[in-house]
Each structure stands twice: as structure tokens, then as C-alpha cells.
């Protein structure tokens, strides 16, 4: 049954000029300026101290190591608040009373009292440093500006090509900020691009007639612990002015938690699924991964591993696969997984692309 995606139009309705762009290339650019401002140590938690502002105009938080003063953002303030257990809005409500000196005292005590632990922060330096965020030492963070180079040699810069902003009711518009699906904030990333030339016949669309839907998928990921990075895939009719998806089919999703492990992760299960979404129009990702997992390799694995790919490259991702996994490959996934591992030391992008679109390429045996 045919459904109507409000994901992106929530977005398009919310979100403030400064956080809409018009390319992928612009959304890299501005996340790998920001990466380049921003340090992610890993400290004590007792490293830590919250001061009220000269005349009591607010709070900030002073890493005691690196004696930094830090300016917390309002999402910053609340993962702070948690971790000591101090609810958020009231210390808020103490600092919007002029009453800060009070508000960090009892955040201090919170920090003071509590068993010492490892806490990762987060601190971006812009000509002030603001605080992003307060997250656990093993905060799988995976980088916009990495999504973004993994999109860009695949998907092209978002608004040429097949792959880009969506049109209004089908047809091509000027990408603008207006009606852009390319949205990014301090704290998360939205993406939405779609094939709208390349349309998959669906027989039975509607009652006894066939139809052509178009192909789309939303990506998201924060790097400051807000939401996980999810992928979600879907066909669909078109697209109205205000960014609703009408007429959406075979709505699916892979969603990845910022464990320690979220990185490769990333690389390892996302990245061959979406060469696969971009090369094969009718294929279920999630469905063709899960197959992937169950379907064990029936011949000797060397000798079906220096087939697809060489006997030394073979030997090599195996080794790979072996050592991040703790076992040997023995399924199709794991192949897959074993060639998106083995890609990540391979310097030239080209090179790396052409690996990853070949290992992804297998899941279409799964599905």
C-alpha cells in the first residue's frame, strides 16, 4: 500500500536559511571547514568545571587540561545535564533567572560526586569555542564531511546528473534554498536524493493497471549523539512543492547506533548498499543484505575469492576480514564486507569507488 513521507517536508519547513544547501559539494566543503576547527578529546570527566559568566550572564564549561574555556551550545548543555543527572531545563531556568552562579554549583557537585569516568567532548573553534557536545569515550562518530565523500564520487554533486534534488511533480526545477532536500544543521544532517528519469515499472500499481515509480532514498546521521545514521530507501510517484513524498512503495531502512564500531560500519555495510540502490533499480536492499548474511559460500573460498578479484587481492581481504571480524569468511555478505574493508587502504578514490561498486554488485545475487 502506497504511503505519503512527511520526513523531508518537516524539514523543509523548519529548517533556517543558514542550514539549507544548494549542493553536495557545498555541504562538504562547510562540514570539512568544521572539522578542521574542531578537536574530540577523551578526558576525565572530574577535567571538567562549569563557572557562571562575568556578571552572571550565563554559564561555560573550563576543560581543566587543556584550560579551555568553552561556551556550551543548548544541545551540549542538556548531554552535560544528563550525564551528572541534573534536569536540563531547571538549571536553565536558574541561568535565564540570573541566578547561574547557582545553577553552576549544582552542576559541579554533579561532576564532583559521581564515580570519575571517561567522557568524549567535542569543541569547536570558530574565534570563540563552543562546546557541541558531551558523549561517551566509545562515540562512534562518523563525520558529515565522510558521508558526503563517500555520496559525491557515487551520486555526483546532487542537483546535475541522474541522482539529485527531486523535482516538483516531476518535473526538473533549479535547485535553490528554497526547495532544496539538502539540509544540515550544528547538530544533524538530512539528505534526500532521487532518480526521476530512470522510473521501475511496477505491474499492479493500481488496480489492474501498471505503473513507473521513481527511486529515492533520505540519509541521515549527527555527529554530536542527536540520532543515528540511518539510510532509507523507497520508490515513489513524485514530489510536491512542499516536499512531501507521494505515492511512496517499498519503504526501507538501515539504521547504524554510534558504537565504537559505527565508522566501519558505515564503510562496511551502507556504502555497498547504496552502490547496489544506485546500479540495480529493482533491488530491496535490506532484504538483498539480510540474504547476503544467510547464504553460506558452497565452493573453497580461495578459489572463489581469487575469481572475483584476483588471487593476491583475494588472500589479502580475507586477511582483512579475519582480523577486524575475529573469523574467517563464509557467507556472501562476508565477502562483501571483506572487499568494503579491504578498499578503505587503497589510496586513489577511483580505484576504491571501482572495488566497492564490484563488491556491492554481489548483493544482487542475495536478492
Known amino acids: 500500500m502506497s504511503q505519503t513521507l512527511t ?32 578537536k574530540t578529546p577523551v578526558i576525565s570527566s572530574r577535567g571538567l568545571i562549569v563557572q557562571a559568566v562575568q556578571d552572571n550572564q550565563g554559564l561555560v564549561v573550563l576543560d581543566k587540561k587543556a584550560d579551555v574555556q568553552m561556551e556550551p551550545t543548548n544541545w551540549a548543555f542538556g548531554q552535560l545535564c544528563q550525564l551528572n543527572e541534573t534536569p536540563a531545563g531547571y538549571m536553565r531556568e536558574l541561568g535565564n533567572k540570573r541566578a547561574a552562579p547557582l545553577a553552576a554549583a ?40 565522510d558521508v558526503l565523500d563517500t555520496l559525491i564520487p557515487r551520486f555526483g554533486d546532487g542537483v546535475t546528473g541522474t541522482w539529485k534534488v527531486p523535482g516538483e511533480f516531476g518535473r526538473d526545477v533549479r535547485v535553490t534554498k528554497a526547495n532544496t532536500t539538502l ?34 532514498f533520505f540519509l541521515q546521521n549527527s555527529m554530536h549523539g542527536k540520532s543515528t545514521l540511518k539510510l532509507s530507501t523507497f520508490y515513489f510517484d513524485y514530489v510536491c512543492c512542499n516536499r512531501f513524498v507521494w505515492g511512496a512503495e517499498g519503504f526501507q531502512e538501515i539504521a547504524i547506533r554510534h558504537t565504537s564500531g559505527a565508522p566501519d560500519r558505515w564503510l562496511d555495510e551502507v556504502t555497498p548498499a547504496l552502490e547496489v540502490y544506485r546500479n ?4 530491496n536492499i535490506v532484504n538483498a543484505i539480510e540474504n547476503a548474511r544467510k547464504a553460506k559460500i558452497t565452493q573453497d573460498v580461495d ?29 556472501l555478505w562476508d565477502v562483501v564486507t571483506a572487499a568494503t574493508a579491504y578498499a578503505k587502504g587503497i589510496q586513489w578514490q577511483d580505484k576504491r ?10 548483493l544482487t545475487l542475495a536478492s
Open 303 to 331: 578459489d572463489y575469492m581469487a575469481k572475483l578479484f584476483g588471487k593476491n587481492i583475494g588472500a589479502a581481504m580475507q586477511a582483512v576480514h579475519v582480523t577486524e571480524e575475529q573469523r574467517p569468511v563464509e557467507t
Open 106 to 145: 549544582c552542576l559541579n557537585v554533579g561532576i564532583m560526586t559521581r564515580g570519575v569516568e571517561e567522557v568524549g567532548i567535542m569543541r569547536y573553534e570558530n574565534g570563540k569555542t563552543e562546546l557541541e557536545c558531551v558523549t561517551g569515550p566509545n562515540y562512534g562518530r562518523v563525520w558529515q564531511n
Open 183 to 216: 539540509y544540515a544543521g550544528d547538530r544533524d544532517m538530512f539528505i534526500f536524493l532521487a532518480d526521476e528519469k530512470n522510473r521501475v515499472e511496477f505491474q499492479g500499481r493500481r488496480p489492474g493497471v501498471p505503473g513507473q515509480l521513481a527511486r529515492g
Open 353 to 362: 569507488v571501482e572495488l566497492e561498486t564490484k563488491a556491492g554488485s554481489l
Open 7 to 38: 520526513q523531508c517536508h518537516h524539514q523543509w519547513a523548519t529548517r533556517p536559511d543558514d542550514e539549507r544547501f544548494v549542493s553536495l559539494p557545498a555541504m562538504r566543503d562547510h562540514f570539512q571547514a568544521r572539522r578542521d576547527r574542531t
Open 280 to 283: 540495480t533499480p529493482t533491488t
